[in-house]
Nanobody, 126 residues
Framework: QVQLVESGGGLVQAGGSLRLSCAAS????????MGWFRQAPGKEREFVAG????????YYATSVKGRFTISRDNAKNTVYLQMNSLKPEDTAVYYCAADLGVRDGVRTIENEYDYWGQGTQVTVSS
């Protein structure tokens, strides 16, 4: 079992920055990959970024590449999503998720992730 709790969401103007955090508990954090997904109103949940167990491998959706950075601190059992140059279209509920089925790779498909946080709202005003 893995429990995930996101924090750091809020309201920000376009061009601003936010850093999301996701604290994990339960299974040893350094044994699995992590991902961030988001869901905008009326849309399906989509992959944003993923990271392998060590932080040595990351992968981003095209829409956020160059603006968002995913990282993890295994000593703190936490994964982060640094979001810069935010746009109104980044407005969504952001979820972190744990992928226990892979260690070295990064997967992008929602149903490959095993545990999910409750989500945190990010709103970008124009």
């Amino acid at each position: 079992q893995v429990q995930l709790v996101e924090s750091g969401g809020g309201l920000v103007q376009a061009g601003g920055s936010l850093r999301l955090s996701c604290a994990a508990s339960g299974r040893t954090f350094s044994t699995y990959g992590m991902g961030w997904f988001r869901q905008a109103p009326g849309k399906e949940r989509e992959f944003v970024a993923g990271i392998n167990w060590s932080g040595g491998s990351t992968y981003y959706a095209t829409s956020v590449k160059g603006r968002f950075t995913i990282s993890r601190d295994n000593a703190k059992n936490t994964v982060y999503l640094q979001m810069n140059s935010l746009k109104p279209e980044d407005t969504a509920v952001y979820y972190c998720a744990a992928d226990l089925g892979v260690r070295d790779g990064v997967r992008t498909i929602e149903n490959e992730y095993d545990y999910w946080g409750q989500g945190t709202q990010v709103t970008v005003s124009s």
